[in-house]
């Protein structure tokens, strides 16, 4: 057994998710207008044949079919690029942390999965995006508590303040007792 393995079977495990974890893999053109139908294509065939070895087709036709409104009769680019960006979190960053999660608990030990789905008010991306990877930081390290700093937003609300600290002190308690 790998040695790394064991020594964090140790310990309990936190870990989190936030609602768009794939942003960054869209350009701002992209994230603004949307993207079309063939441009999915491309970029979940691209993704299929980075990951998988066999059945290629197949699995781009279930991402695609798994992925895609089908109760709208027509597709708006807007909503295709949010279904693509949900199914490449999903694929890239939900699933493996939830794997992970997995594996660590069939170990005997504790495994906690949070989704962090706030937005902030003034933060720096559109709010139909919701929640964007590395959001949640901020309001971890206490950002709103003394008015931001380095690169995260100045502006934060009231309810952003109390936010921070409810997030601070729920991974303070984890961190004290597990």
Known sequence: MDST???????????????????????SEDVQYGIEADRRSKILRTYVKNTYSYHLNEILATIVNEYTDWERPVQHPINIRDETMEALSDAQIVAPIAQTANIHSADHRNSFLYVFEYQSKFGDYPQRQGCIHGEDLPYVFGAPLVGGFNHFTRNYTKAEIALSEAVMLYWTNFIRTG
Do not use: K, Q, W
């Open 5 to 27: 393995y064991v020594r964090h079977s140790r310990y309990d495990l936190m870990t989190g998710v936030t609602r768009a974890e794939s942003y960054f893999s869209f350009n």
